[in-house]
């Protein structure tokens, strides 16, 4: 790589402890890494959630997917919606090439996230979290990926390809 790249990731892969629990889920894979400045980036606590917190998860009701605090009942949707509205013109912004997202997360996870109706049962295991889809949807172009798939070379190399083509593509410093 001749020139640095800007990546979003989710704060906690980069080893910051803002998990629901406290904890953080650091990556291994981050140590082969360089020529990159990292954006992190923890929708949940922009959102104003705690550290810790109470899990959230994703549902289904009357036909419309929330983002749902389990025990308190609390309705995060909007409070996300308004996070992601916010970092969508921010990654413009601040000429950021691919997101690196947490995987199964119901605010990041990118896809096989669990999908649940208001009485607790399981609906799928397809869904994406709130804050992912909407940076999706609004970012086409944005190369994206999960943790997961960065723990391998292959699908990690190939990434900053992609990362690189869009860098030159939008012209950036
Ligand atoms: S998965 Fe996303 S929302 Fe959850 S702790 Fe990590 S950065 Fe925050």
């Known amino acids: 790589m001749t020139f640095r790249l800007r990546i979003a990731i989710s704060a906690c892969l980069l080893g910051q402890p803002v998990r629901y629990d406290g904890a953080d889920k650091r990556q291994a894979w981050l140590e082969h890494i360089q020529n990159v400045d990292w954006i992190s980036i923890c929708p949940e606590v922009e959102a104003g959630m705690s550290v810790p917190r109470e899990k959230i998860q994703v549902e289904l009701a009357e036909g419309e997917f929330k983002l749902m605090a389990i025990e308190s009942r609390r309705d995060w949707s909007e409070a996300m919606d308004d996070v992601a509205n916010h970092w969508i013109l921010q990654l413009q912004k601040r000429q950021v090439s691919g ?75």
């Open 99 to 173: 997101y690196v997202f947490k995987s199964r997360s119901p605010s990041c996870g990118l896809q096989g996230v669990p999908l649940y109706a208001s009485d607790g049962s399981l609906v799928e295991r397809q869904a994406q979290g709130r804050f992912a889809q909407r940076v999706g949807e609004y970012l086409p172009d944005l190369p994206l990926i999960e943790e997961t798939q960065m723990g391998i070379e292959g699908p990690r190399n190939e990434f900053f390809i992609r990362a690189q083509q869009f860098h030159r593509q939008c012209h950036f410093d």
